[in-house]
């Protein structure tokens, strides 16, 4: 993948050089505008909603589906570099990819869309999903301050319970703290029940779960400013963020294998009641009900250990749309995708997907657990809006240092003193490079 964007980015940066930004198209049907997407499970409901814009306002909106997502990611590279995007597009990838898609021309500026009507569209949608979208001034990417994408849904990822099984260990309700959770884990363990699963064979939930802790436990500031090398990952916190994995190890919290288990397996097991709680996201409301209709299950905050600092969650925009810059009819596409995200379609398309709607007015036309994962939205914080990111060589050492406590091979402090390494050497490259 980081390949092809690179060539992307080569091609289209002697593009420029040659004076070929202009996108030139054929000339299209105005009546008509063209959607791509990646999302297999909303195709069929898509292509609903578009037939019926088509009836209120004789607009024709194809949509058109690539997936899996590496396929749409491909497609939408080689048409960016052959100018033949279509009108709505989202663009699935790392915030600087999507900031050179804007400085190269590809995608629209919607800000004063937004503005429109004293904000009207912007104050309707979740503020953390739009922020996934927007460019502040002075961000790092050179992009002029603005919002260039328009979120479809939002996401967020918190701990999921059993209500049956917490049931038979004897609670009644979920646990509030840390310490609480260890105990449940262990009247559950003597009633033959695991604790948690989760696919922490795939390192960035695993790298999740560690980095609602580190907010809960230090707080913000000083994770940013342990990313920009101002403190040691041997600082106390870390380690102590660290040992969660050891106390989930010996107490036998963890289901077994979950250091290799991919995230599908993971919400089997929960739908098929082989644990009391999962660590997931919201998408996963819809993937529990295909296979078990009748689990019964709450969400929550990950049980904190602290109460100086509030407990950050992952989430923000699950998907978004993007309008080209270079389509003649991007009048006409925006006013598509500001009909989609309207409170009437919004709640459509919740009911039909599962997904938690953008709109913050379709709320109340949600299931009750997607609710649940609703009201936390205020708690969301993510990588793509962050002040400043971790290396992700320095990543890639603290993600592997989790799995190496989690199987017993290394102690917390000795993962903490490796990862610091890494990022002493990172540093001193990055001053080598100045």
């Known amino acids: 993948m980081k390949k092809i964007i690179s060539f992307c980015l080569v091609l289209t940066s002697f593009m420029v050089s040659f004076g070929f930004v202009s996108c030139s198209r054929p000339k299209k049907d105005p009546n008509t505008i063209t959607l791509w997407h990646w999302m297999t499970d909303r195709d069929k409901t898509f292509k609903e909603l578009a037939a019926q814009y088509k009836e209120l ?93 328009v979120p479809l849904d939002v996401t967020n990822i918190q701990m999921l319970y059993n209500k049956k099984l917490l049931k038979k260990a004897g609670y009644d309700a979920p646990p509030e ?50 990313y920009r ?72 905050l990950p049980p904190a250990i602290s109460n100086k600092y509030p407990m950050r969650i992952w989430g923000g925009a699950g998907s978004n749309f993007v309008i080209s810059n270079t389509s003649p009819n991007k009048e006409k596409a925006i006013a598509f995708v500001r009909w989609l995200t309207s409170q009437k379609q919004q709640a459509y398309l919740a009911e039909q997907t599962r997904n938690l709607p953008s709109n913050k007015k379709a709320l109340s036309s949600i299931s009750k657990v997607l609710e649940e994962f609703a009201q936390s939205m205020d708690n969301t914080t993510h990588p793509t809006i962050w002040p400043v990111n971790e290396s992700p060589v320095v990543t890639e050492k603290y993600t592997k240092g989790l799995q190496s406590i989690i199987i017993g091979k290394k102690s917390p402090e000795e993962v903490a003193k490796e990862i610091q390494e890494v990022k002493e050497k990172e540093m001193e490259k990055e001053q080598r490079r100045k």
């Open 57 to 149: 306002t004789g607009i024709d909106v194809q949509i058109e589906l690539f997936a899996p997502s590496d396929s749409y990611t491909q497609k939408v590279v080689a048409s960016a570099q052959a100018k033949i995007l279509p009108d709505i597009y989202g663009v699935l990838d790392t915030k600087e990819t999507f900031a050179n898609f804007i400085k190269y021309g590809y995608i629209a500026d919607l800000t004063q869309e937004f503005k429109k009507n004293d904000g009207e569209w912007e104050k309707e949608l979740f503020t953390k999903a739009l922020d996934a979208n927007r460019f502040e001034p002075g961000n790092g990417y050179d992009v002029p301050p603005g919002i260039y994408g």
């Open 177 to 226: 703290t840390y310490d609480e959770f260890l105990e449940m884990a262990k009247a559950l363990k003597r009633i033959g029940v695991p604790g948690l699963v989760s696919g922490w064979g795939e390192l960035w939930l695993a790298d999740c779960f560690a980095s609602n802790y580190a907010f809960n436990i230090m707080g913000e500031e000083k994770v940013m400013a342990t």
């Open 229 to 300: 090398g101002e403190v040691p990952y041997t600082d106390k916190d870390w380690v102590r963020v660290f040992q969660i994995f050891k106390d989930l190890v010996d107490g036998d919290v963890l289901v077994k294998g979950v250091v290799t288990k991919p995230n599908k397996e993971a919400e089997q097991d929960f739908a098929l009641e082989r644990a009391a709680f999962a660590f997931n996201g919201s998408w996963s409301v819809n993937v529990y009900k295909e296979i078990n209709p009748d689990l019964e299950y709450g969400v929550i």
